[in-house]
T-cell receptor, first 112, second 115 residues
Framework: GENVEQHPSTLSVQEGDSAVIKCTYS??????FPWYKQELGKRPQLIID?????GEKKDQRIAVTLNKTAKHFSLHITETQPEDSAVYFC???????????FGKGTKLTVNP | NAGVMQNPRHLVRRRGQEARLRCSPM?????VYWYRQLPEEGLKFMVY????????ESGMPKERFSAEFPKEGPSILRIQQVVRGDSAAYFC?????????????FGPGTRLLVL
């Protein structure tokens, strides 16, 4: 089945700096890659996703890049703000099924 | 347009009791997924249902756990004879059509505590 590895597990940056979180996946048939943000005690919220027909997608300060050959995708947050502090999860669909396999999460802390 | 609804938000049970968790998908969504999240960990798939059908239950323990999504009403995840290891946050998600490029939208979760 699909295996999703996520790094780093924790990331601390100064306000205004950029943050990058990386994920690798194992199933070459995977073609949809969402990123979720989860604040403490809250639901995972979709912040951006990418499908395999594109290599990059941007939404204001957030961007995701996809390298299908290397089987990895990354989340980029620019001009970080304290409210960006949360746990971020990447995910990919498993094999021929419709279950999402999640990375273990990255705890991002943005220091004012 | 209401999002995915779950209730109760918090549930306390003693060992051996039953827990029933409910999930109402977003309007127009007919596909429901249940995930479990242990403290400080990621989400683990449990079961995927469409109306009146279980499509994939490969992530759900064979004993004590069951799920349904009836023609009318919410999806229900049922845990019988709960044990302390069942303490976790249970999230459901829904999508409009299913499929491997569909976005899944999550509910607020039910936090189960087994004493």
């Amino acid at each position: 089945g699909e295996n999703v590895e996520q790094h780093p597990s924790t990331l601390s940056v100064q306000e205004g700096d950029s943050a990058v979180i990386k994920c690798t996946y194992s199933d070459s048939a995977s073609n949809y890659f969402p990123w979720y943000k989860q604040e403490l005690g809250k639901r995972p919220q979709l912040i951006i996703d990418i499908r395999s027909n594109v290599g990059e997608k941007k939404d204001q300060r957030i961007a995701v890049t996809l390298n299908k050959t290397a089987k990895h995708f990354s989340l980029h947050i620019t001009e970080t703000q304290p409210e960006d502090s949360a746990v971020y999860f990447c995910a990919a669909y498993d094999g021929g099924s419709e279950k999402l396999v999640f990375g273990k999460g990255t705890k991002l802390t943005v220091n004012p | 347009n209401a999002g995915v609804m779950q209730n109760p938000r918090h549930l306390v049970r003693r060992r051996g009791q039953e827990a029933r968790l409910r999930c109402s998908p977003m309007k127009g969504h007919s596909h429901v997924y249940w995930y479990r999240q242990l403290p400080e960990e990621g989400l683990k798939f449990m079961v995927y249902l469409q109306k009146e059908n279980i499509i994939d239950e490969s992530g759900m323990p064979k004993e004590r756990f069951s799920a349904e999504f009836p023609k009318e009403g919410p999806s229900i995840l049922r845990i019988q004879q709960v044990v302390r290891g069942d303490s976790a946050a249970y999230f459901c998600a829904s999508s409009p059509q299913g499929g491997r490029q569909e976005t899944q939208y999550f509910g607020p979760g039910t936090r189960l505590l087994v004493l």
